[in-house]
């Protein structure tokens, strides 16, 4: 089997996908997603202008060994842009495999360790009450576990990640056809607030609601682990990314004084990135995506080294993924020893089923991966042909005096 072409589309209904389509002499194709969200044109040049060239007449079974010759072969190696590229290649490559065997990728794993994987989602709200709707609403449609996140009185737009055009459900963070917005950023302001969100959650929800919280790296570590201490006692189910990620030796000082479990890695690229806050036993979650931490051939190597120590998967599930890593990363849910949850917003529209159909689906706060072969999810040339990329930015997040801060 050879590979004879491949070629990268990027659009989407309200987001910049990008898709790569790997094709091959026997007539079966693979479908990759290297989504870098708001850097989409970088991976897709990457695919485009060094990558797919190399490809040609490889054979596509080869996935390791494509793997290693464009990790080991870059030289300048890691790094979002690269491993979104290698991470898209890769998904393509065993979705050919697994379509080829004529099975579901997860039976190439090891098959099902259970039937449906926990998925939480996102409760945003630019105020309490707001939040507290948000959460009755989820509650309403089956999950049991949401993301909390609150605008903090007196913090200009709204002090959280909370974009204006959105304000109360959906977390689409992207802001098209201008420079970033910036948004005000008081940690005082968030620490004196934010338990009495929790406590409000808890007064109304009960005890069973499984209640996840994303700091966003906002927090100084001193900070990360005061806070951590005084919600202990709200159970949450994790906190997430309380410091920047860059440093993770910060987490050592919010492990002394709190059992909060620590979910972190969206932003990491590779295993290297992961190592000592999994060695560690720095955090309970490893939040990587398939998208940019080089596919499922590399993730699957980090799940492993975190099965080693008691660290559980929490996918990173933002809209920027598209359905075709959502899949593979529900593929990966299906069979690891050590999954834990997965962060699920579908963009639910029906634009977006046209574009990727697929047999996957949500019930009861639950996400089941079908029996379809490979990954399971088809990409319509048609339909990608209504869309183009927009330029988009992430906010930029600043202290009340002006500081620049984390985002
Ligand atoms: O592109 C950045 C988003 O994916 C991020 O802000 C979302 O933190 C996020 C999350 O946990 O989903
Ligand atoms: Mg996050």
């Not at 039937?115 to 089956?142: F, K, P």
């Not at 919010?254 to 909060?260: C, L, N």
């Not at 972190?264 to 806050?277: P, R, T």
């Not at 051939?297 to 809209?319: D, M, N, S, Y």
Request: charged share 20%.
């Amino acid at each position: 089997m050879k590979i004879t072409g491949a070629e990268v589309f990027i659009g989407g209904p309200g987001k910049n996908y990008v898709t790569l389509k790997i094709k091959t002499d026997e007539g079966i194709y693979g479908l990759g997603d290297a989504t870098l969200n708001n850097r989409e044109t970088l991976p897709a040049a990457y695919l485009t202008d060094y990558l797919i060239p190399c490809l040609i007449g490889k054979d596509p079974l080869n996935s390791e060994d494509i793997w290693q010759y464009f990790y080991r072969g870059a030289y300048f190696r890691r790094g979002p842009v690269a491993m979104a590229a290698i991470g898209a290649i890769d998904m393509a490559l065993w979705d050919i495999k697994g379509k080829l065997a004529n099975l579901p990728l997860y039976q190439l794993f090891g098959g099902k360790s259970r039937e449906g994987a926990l998925v939480y989602a996102h409760a945003t709200g630019s105020n309490l009450g707001a939040l507290l709707d948000t959460i009755a609403h989820y509650q309403d449609q089956g999950y049991k576990a949401v993301r909390v996140q609150c605008g903090i009185p007196d913090m200009p737009a709204g002090g959280y990640a909370i974009p204006k055009n959105n304000e109360d459900s959906k977390h689409f963070i992207t802001q098209f056809g201008s420079l970033p917005e910036e948004e005000i950023w008081s940690t005082a302001k968030y620490l004196r607030y934010m338990p009495t969100v929790f406590e409000a959650i808890r007064e109304r929800f009960g005890n069973e609601l499984e209640i996840l919280h994303d700091v966003h790296h906002r927090l100084l570590p001193r900070e990360a682990a005061a806070f951590a201490k005084e919600i202990e006692q709200y159970k949450l189910y994790w906190m997430e990314d309380p410091t920047p990620a860059d440093d993770q030796t910060a987490l050592r000082m919010i492990r002394q004084h709190s059992t909060v479990p620590i979910a972190i890695g969206e932003v990491f690229n590779s295993l290297w990135d992961c190592k000592q806050m999994i060695e560690e036993e720095l955090i309970d979650f490893i939040r990587v995506a398939v998208t940019y931490a080089g596919g499922i051939t590399h993730v699957k190597r980090i799940v492993e080294l975190a099965a080693l120590h008691h660290v559980r998967t929490g996918f990173h599930g933002a809209p920027s993924h598209s359905p075709i890593s959502m899949a593979a990363q529900g593929h990966i849910n299906a069979w690891a020893p050590n999954f834990g949850i997965q962060e699920y917003l579908v963009l639910g529209t029906l634009e977006c089923e046209a574009l990727f159909p697929s047999q996957h689906y949500y019930k009861d706060g639950m996400f089941y991966i079908s029996d379809e072969p490979g990954l399971g999810v088809d990409f319509d040339e048609k339909e990608a042909q209504r869309y183009s990329y927009k330029r988009g930015y992430h906010p930029v997040v600043r202290l009340e005096d002006g500081t620049v801060w984390n985002y």
